[in-house]
C-alpha cells in the first residue's frame, strides 16, 4: 500500500504512545517516527519498549522509552513532568495501553475487573489530563488520540471490563472536545476492528472448545472487507488525526474495522456455544499465559 503522507507530515511534533511497547502501539509509534515526529513510549515492559525505540532508530527516527504504569496518577504526573522538563513539551499523546482477556462476566472477580478498568479507563484518564493541564497552564495547543474499539457503540458480550473502560474513554473524548476546544486542544479517538497482533491474538482467540472452532475475533468471516485490517492502518488513522490535516476535527472516533460494527453480530457473539467446560479449560489457559508474562516482565 502505498504511503500518502508526506514524510514531514508530523515534523516538529512530539508525541507520547502508551502501551507503545508491543502491538498497535509499536505500530503506531513506526509509523509517527517514519513521518518525522520525536516519539516517546510508556509501558511498564522496559525491554519491549526499548525494542521499539531500537526499530525506530534503525529506521531513521527518534525515540525514547521510559517505563511508566499508567494506572498509578503519582507516576504518570512524575513522568509527564519529567518529559516537558527534558524534552519539551508533548504536541500529541495516544492513549493506547490497554488489558483485555475474553471470559463469563459471572466468573470475574473484581480484581479481574479492575485489571481491564485501571489501565483503559483510568490510565486514559491520568495520562490525557496529565498532558491536558500542562498544556493549559502554558498556553498550548495539543491532540490526544484514543484507540478504542468499535464495542464502543454495540457492547461486548464476554468482555464486559473492556467494552465498559472504553465506552468511558469514548465519553471521555467527546467530553474534552468540548471543554478543551476553546485551548486549542483536540480530543478524538480511533476504534480499530479485529486487527491481528500478538498480543490480542494471544489473549482474545479462545481457539477450539469441544472439538468446534469459535468464530471470534480471529476469524475474518463477519468482516463485511473479507479481511483483517492491519497495524499499519489504525496508524494511518491515527497519523492524520494528529495531523494538521485534521486541525479541524474533534471530538470523533473514527472506526477502522471493515464495516464489522455495521455487518454482523458483535465480535465475540460466538461465545455463546461455549459449555461450562470449555470455560474452565480457557480460564487454565489465560492463567498460564498471564504466569508467563509475569515471568518475563520480572525477567
Known amino acids: 500500500m502505498p504511503d500518502v503522507f508526506s514524510p514531514a507530515a508530523l515534523s516538529d511534533s512530539r508525541i507520547l504512545v502508551t502501551g507503545?511497547?508491543?502491538?498497535?502501539?509499536?505500530?503506531?509509534?513506526?509509523?509517527?517516527?517514519?513521518?518525522?515526529?520525536?516519539?516517546h513510549v510508556w509501558g511498564r515492559r522496559g525491554n519491549a519498549l526499548e525494542e521499539t525505540v531500537t526499530a525506530v532508530q534503525a529506521a531513521g527516527g527518534h525515540?525514547?522509552?521510559?517505563?511508566?504504569d499508567v494506572?498509578?496518577?503519582?507516576?504518570?504526573?512524575?513522568?509527564?513532568?519529567?518529559?516537558?522538563?527534558?524534552?519539551?513539551?508533548?504536541?500529541?499523546?495516544?492513549?493506547?495501553a490497554a488489558a483485555n482477556f475474553v471470559a463469563r462476566t459471572e466468573d470475574l472477580s473484581p480484581r479481574a475487573f479492575e485489571a481491564v478498568t485501571s489501565t483503559v479507563m483510568n490510565g486514559s484518564y491520568f495520562v490525557t489530563t496529565a498532558a491536558g493541564r500542562r498544556w493549559i497552564e502554558q498556553g498550548l495547543t495539543g491532540s490526544v488520540v484514543s484507540l478504542l474499539t468499535s464495542w464502543i457503540w454495540t457492547g461486548s458480550a464476554f468482555a464486559v471490563p473492556s467494552a465498559m473502560a472504553k465506552a468511558a474513554v469514548h465519553a471521555m473524548t467527546m467530553s474534552l472536545a468540548v471543554e478543551w476546544a476553546r485551548h486549542?486542544?483536540?480530543?478524538?479517538?480511533?476504534?480499530?476492528?479485529?486487527?491481528?497482533?500478538?498480543?490480542a491474538w494471544e489473549v482474545l482467540d479462545p481457539g477450539e472448545a469441544g472439538g468446534n472452532r469459535i468464530p471470534v475475533a480471529t476469524e475474518a468471516d463477519g468482516v463485511p472487507a473479507g479481511r483483517h485490517g492491519t497495524a499499519e492502518e489504525v496508524a494511518d488513522v491515527?497519523?492524520?488525526?494528529?495531523?494538521?490535516?485534521?486541525?479541524?476535527?474533534t471530538g470523533d472516533a473514527i472506526a477502522v474495522d471493515g464495516g464489522q460494527r455495521l455487518g454482523g453480530p458483535g465480535t465475540f457473539a460466538g461465545l455463546r456455544a461455549l459449555t461450562p467446560d470449555d470455560w474452565t479449560a480457557l480460564r487454565e489457559r489465560a492463567r498460564r499465559a498471564d504466569s508467563a508474562s509475569r515471568a518475563e516482565r520480572t525477567a
Open 63 to 68: 525515540a525514547f522509552a521510559q517505563a511508566v
Open 238 to 249: 491515527v497519523l492524520f488525526l494528529l495531523s494538521g490535516a485534521a486541525s479541524y476535527l
Open 71 to 96: 494506572r498509578d496518577p503519582a507516576a504518570v504526573d512524575s513522568a509527564m513532568a519529567s518529559l516537558f522538563d527534558s524534552h519539551g513539551p508533548l504536541t500529541g499523546v495516544v492513549n493506547g
Open 184 to 199: 486549542g486542544i483536540r480530543v478524538n479517538a480511533v476504534a480499530p476492528g479485529p486487527v491481528p497482533t500478538e498480543f
Open 20 to 39: 507503545g511497547g508491543s502491538g498497535l502501539g509499536r505500530a503506531i509509534a513506526l509509523r509517527l517516527a517514519a513521518h518525522g515526529a520525536e516519539v
